[in-house]
């Protein structure tokens, strides 16, 4: 079962399994996944499970839904994928797998998955946010 890796306001990481069809992701109090961020809608996004893939949709949120940085209104996830809803942050995972605290972690804050292709900058020196220059030590 696919799941998300999150990491709560203390730190701590969370592994949530995604359910069959929706999954219901807000700040609000019903929905499957809550998200601890005012940036968040109470209604944010839903990611919908099928047997061949999973889909994350906005459901026009204030402050959008990103896929590794990009602005989405419908995307396939990918394992790996970060997601961000408003200021909050986490990965997708889409294998049955669990997880220790220090491997979800490390999963969480993995280098060089969110990359800017296409912008000349090689994988090593990316930002890993958009708009985020490249700085050398040398120029400090």
């Known amino acids: 079962m696919p799941m998300l890796l999150m990491m709560t306001a ?5 592994q949530v399994p995604l359910n069959p069809h929706d999954n219901k ?4 109090a019903t ?6 961020s005012v940036q968040a809608s109470r209604d944010h996004a839903v990611i919908d499970v099928e047997q061949a893939f999973v889909t994350i949709t906005d459901l026009g949120s204030r402050n959008g839904t990103f896929v590794n940085d990009v602005r989405i209104e419908s995307q396939v996830l990918a394992h790996g994928d970060a997601i961000r809803l408003g200021s909050y942050e ?4 889409a294998t049955d797998q ?4 220090v491997e ?14 296409g912008h ?11 708009g985020v220059p490249v700085s050398r030590r040398d120029k400090l």
């Open 10 to 14: 203390t730190g701590e990481t969370r």
């Open 25 to 28: 992701v807000g700040r609000g």
């Open 31 to 36: 929905n499957d996944v809550i998200i601890d």
């Open 90 to 93: 986490m990965r997708f995972v």
């Open 98 to 101: 669990e997880f220790t605290q």
């Open 104 to 117: 979800a972690l490390q999963m969480l804050t993995m280098h060089g998955l969110l990359v800017n292709v």
């Open 120 to 130: 000349g900058a090689s994988r090593a020196d990316a930002p890993t946010a958009p």
